[in-house]
C-alpha cells in the first residue's frame, strides 16, 4: 500500500498530522512537492528564495529518516494524479486549506482522484491552531469579531502535537526534480531570513528561551525589535501554530498569552477568508470608494520617500529585510489608505510583492482592517505618524537604523527633520520634506467618509 502526503503551506516533519496518518496505514509513503503553476504568479521572489531554503530542508528532514522529498513542477493536480498513477497509491493526505485557490485545489483532488480509485484525505489543524468552522457564532458561519472568536478560540484549544515519525519509506523509481535553490532567484532582499524548518524549530527554541518573556511589554518597540519574527515559518508551515501555541503556554507567564493571542489573530482571519473567499479582493464588511489613484504618492510612499521618518524607516525595512514589524505595518498602512487615502488593495499588493510571510488571509485582511473596510470596530482610526513614532521609537534608533540620511541626527529630533532647530539641510542629503501636511490628510479622510 502506498499512500502520497501532498505537502503545501506545512513543510515540516514535526507535529504534522498528514505524514503520521499516511506513515501509519500505508507501507510506503511519498512526500510530494509541487511547484504548482496555478500558483506561481502569487509567489514573489522573496517567497521564492524561502522556499527554496524550506523544501532543501525538508527533504533534508526526511532524508534522516531514510526518505527524500519528491518535487515536481507542473499543475498540481496533474501531478498529484500522475504521481498516483505511477505507484497505484490508494490514498492521497493534504493539509486543509482556507484561500478559495485552496478549496479549488481541494475540490479538483478529490474529483480526479475519485476517478482513480484513490481516496483524498484533507486534514485539519495543520495550517492553523483551530481549523475555520469549528468554532461559530450562533446562526452564523464565522466570526466577525475578533474578541468573542478569541474566547472561543481559547476553549476549543489545539489538537495535540504529533510526533515527528522514525523512519520514512519511499517506493522505489519514482522520480523527481532537483531540488530548486535560493542562489537561483533574482531580486531577493539582501537581508532576507533563513527559511527551512530546522531554522524555524532553531528560532522558536530561542524565542521561548529568551525573547517571549518580555514580549507582552515590549511587542510595540520599534527598535527592539522583540517579536518572534515566526512569521515566515508560520507561513510555509516550517513550523506548525498548534505546536507553537502548546510550546508557549508551556513557557507561561504574560509575554506567552500575548504571544497566542497573536496566533489567534492568524486564526481569526484564516477563519474569516475561508468563509468569504472574496474578502481576499472585495471590501469585507463597509464598501468605501473615491481613493485617490496619487501615483507620485504611492511611489513615495513604496520608495520609503514620504519626508515622514518613521514611515519611510518601515517601507525601507520592508524592501531590504521583506519583513517588517507589525507596528510598522500599522503605521504605514494607516499612512496609505488614510492620509493619502488610497485603496487598500494597491498596499496589500505592494506588500504582497515583498513580503516573505505574504500570505492572503494575513496580509488582506490586515489590509481591510487598517482600512476600515474590514472588521476593525473602530474603522475611522486614523493613527498619526509623528504620535507614533513617539510612542514606539522615542529615541529614534528605528529610523536611524533604516534612514541613513537622517543617521546623525540625534534623540527624537529625528522624527521632525524638517523643524529641527540648528539642523544642517545639506547634511540630510536628499532626503524629501514631508509629500502630505497631517492635517490636509486628515481633513480629506473626513471628508471622504462624511465625518465632519
Ligand atoms: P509576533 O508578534 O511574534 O506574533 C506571532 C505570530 O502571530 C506571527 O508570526 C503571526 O503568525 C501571528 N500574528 C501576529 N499578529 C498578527 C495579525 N495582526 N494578524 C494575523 N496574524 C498575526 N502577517 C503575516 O503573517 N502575513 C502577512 O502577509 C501580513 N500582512 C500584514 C499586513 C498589514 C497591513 C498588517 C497591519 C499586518 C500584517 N500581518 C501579516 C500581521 C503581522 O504584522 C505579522 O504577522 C507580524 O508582524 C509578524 O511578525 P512576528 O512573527 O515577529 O510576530
Not at 505537502?7 to 499516511?22: G, I, K, M, Q
Not at 480509485?117 to 466577525?144: K, M
Not at 492620509?339 to 499588493?349: C, K, M
Not at 472588521?375 to 528605528?398: E, M
Request: charged fraction near 25%.
Amino acid at each position: 500500500r502506498v499512500h502520497v502526503v501532498l505537502f503545501t503551506s506545512d513543510l515540516r516533519v514535526h507535529d504534522h498530522p498528514p505524514l503520521r496518518a499516511a506513515l501509519t496505514a500505508a507501507d510506503a509513503v511519498v512526500p510530494l512537492f509541487v511547484r504548482d503553476t496555478g500558483v506561481a504568479g502569487f509567489l514573489a521572489a522573496n517567497r521564492e528564495a524561502f522556499l527554496a531554503d524550506c523544501l532543501r530542508d525538508l527533504d533534508a528532514g526526511l532524508r534522516e529518516r531514510g526518505g527524500r522529498l519528491v518535487v515536481r513542477s507542473g499543475a498540481v493536480v496533474d501531478e498529484v494524479a500522475k504521481v498516483v498513477t505511477e505507484t497505484d497509491a490508494c490514498a492521497v493526505h493534504v493539509a486543509g486549506g482556507v484561500s478559495a485557490y485552496a478549496h479549488r485545489r481541494e475540490d479538483r483532488l478529490r474529483d480526479t482522484l475519485r476517478r482513480l480509485g484513490c481516496d483524498l484525505v484533507a486534514h485539519d489543524g495543520v495550517v492553523t491552531c483551530v481549523p475555520p468552522g469549528a468554532v461559530t457564532p450562533d446562526a452564523r458561519d464565522h466570526f466577525a469579531v475578533f474578541t468573542p472568536y478569541h474566547r472561543h478560540w481559547a476553549r476549543h484549544g489545539p489538537r495535540a502535537v504529533v510526533r515527528a515519525p522514525r523512519a520514512v519509506r519511499v517506493p522505489d523509481g519514482v522520480g523527481g526534480e532537483v531540488l530548486p535553490e535560493r542562489a537561483d532567484v533574482a531580486g531577493v532582499s539582501p537581508g532576507l531570513a533563513e527559511g527551512g524548518e530546522r531554522a524555524g524549530r532553531a528560532l522558536l527554541t530561542s524565542w521561548l528561551r529568551s525573547g517571549i518573556g518580555a514580549y507582552e511589554d515590549r511587542h510595540d518597540d520599534l527598535a527592539g525589535d522583540a517579536t518572534s519574527r515566526l512569521s515566515p515559518h508560520l507561513h510555509f508551515g516550517t513550523i506548525g501554530p498548534v505546536e507553537a501555541a502548546h510550546r508557549a503556554r508551556a513557557a507561561g507567564g504574560p509575554g506567552a498569552e500575548a504571544f497566542v493571542r497573536q496566533l489567534a489573530w492568524r486564526d481569526f482571519h484564516h477563519q474569516v477568508l475561508a468563509a468569504r473567499p472574496d474578502a481576499a479582493h472585495a471590501d469585507y464588511r463597509t464598501q468605501h470608494d473615491h481613493w485617490r489613484r496619487a501615483p507620485r504618492e504611492v511611489e513615495a510612499w513604496q520608495e520609503g520617500r514620504t519626508g515622514y521618518p518613521v514611515v519611510d524607516a518601515a517601507m525601507r525595512q520592508l524592501r531590504h529585510e521583506g519583513w517588517m514589524h507589525n507596528r510598522g505595518r500599522l503605521l504605514t498602512a494607516s499612512f496609505l489608505v488614510k492620509t493619502l487615502y488610497v485603496d487598500w488593495r494597491v498596499g496589500a499588493r505592494h506588500f504582497l510583492s515583498l513580503l516573505v510571510d505574504g500570505d492572503v488571509a494575513n496580509n488582506q485582511l490586515n489590509w481591510q482592517w487598517m482600512a476600515g473596510t474590514g472588521t476593525d470596530s473602530r474603522p475611522n482610526r486614523v493613527l498619526n505618524p509623528l504620535t507614533q513614532a513617539k510612542r514606539y521609537d522615542p529615541d529614534g534608533a528605528y529610523v536611524r537604523r533604516w534612514v541613513p540620511e537622517l543617521a546623525d541626527v540625534e534623540g527624537s529630533a529625528v522624527h521632525t527633520p524638517w523643524k529641527a532647530a540648528g539642523l544642517d539641510r545639506a547634511a540630510l542629503g536628499d532626503y524629501p520634506d514631508p509629500i502630505v501636511h497631517l492635517p490636509d490628510g486628515l481633513a480629506r479622510f473626513k471628508r471622504a467618509r462624511n465625518l465632519d
